[in-house]
Each structure stands twice: as C-alpha cells, then as structure tokens.
Nanobody, 126 residues
C-alpha cells in the first residue's frame, strides 16, 4: 500500500507562483503514477497532471499545460507541482494521488488512484 500527503498551498496574487509537494510513502517500488487533481467548491475533482513513477513521463490537462510543471525527485521520493502565472480560476483544494494500478496510460481519472492526500488549499486573489 501507498500513502501520500501534500504541502505547499497558500494565498497568492494572480500572476504569481506556488510549488506544491507530494510525499508518497510505503510501497513506492510498486507505484505506477502520481497525479495532481484539484477541486473547487461545488465542482467535481479535476485532473491537473500526472507523472509516471518509473519513466518520469508527464501528462497535463489543457488548463495546466504551459503554466504548470510536474517533476520528481528520485532521491527524495517526492513529486512537485510548480504552478506559474496563476489565475483566479486555479483556486481550489489540490490533491495528490498515487496508484499501483498498471492498466492505464493517462491516469487522468480519480477512480484510477488508490490513495489520496488530505489536500492543500490554493487561493489566487485578483
């Protein structure tokens, strides 16, 4: 089993940057992917991007492409979500998910993930 938790949320002005960190722990040897999702009030959980644990391959939503970057530190078993040029529409609780499921490629659906962090609030002010 794998567990995850996140850190790094906060309040930032539009146009600013934040970096979120995800810490997977447990059976990370069997991890297939770590994904970032977000959920705004009254909305469903939305895919932001993911990194394949073994290859480091990344994949992003259209909303994240060009502004957000996911990276992985193999030595620290840590995944980062660097968010630049933030917009008010990026305001949400951001969740890190981890999956041991090997039958997908995009990993852009919440039900493909086994474990979730508690979430971290990102608020972008105008």
């Amino acid at each position: 089993q794998v567990s995850v938790h996140e850190s790094g949320g906060g309040l930032v002005q539009a146009g600013g940057s934040l970096r979120l960190t995800c810490f997977p722990s447990g059976d990370t040897f069997s991890l297939q992917a770590v994904g970032w999702f977000r959920q705004a009030p009254g909305k469903e959980r939305e895919f932001v991007g993911r990194v394949r644990w073994g290859s480091g391959n990344t994949y992003y939503s259209d909303a994240a492409k060009g502004r957000f970057t996911i990276s992985k530190d193999n030595a620290k078993n840590t995944v980062y979500l660097q968010m630049n040029n933030l917009e008010r529409e990026d305001t949400a609780v951001y969740y890190c998910g981890a999956t041991l499921y090997s039958g997908s490629y995009f990993y852009d659906q919440p039900n493909e993930y086994d474990s979730w962090g508690q979430g971290t609030q990102v608020t972008v002010s105008s």
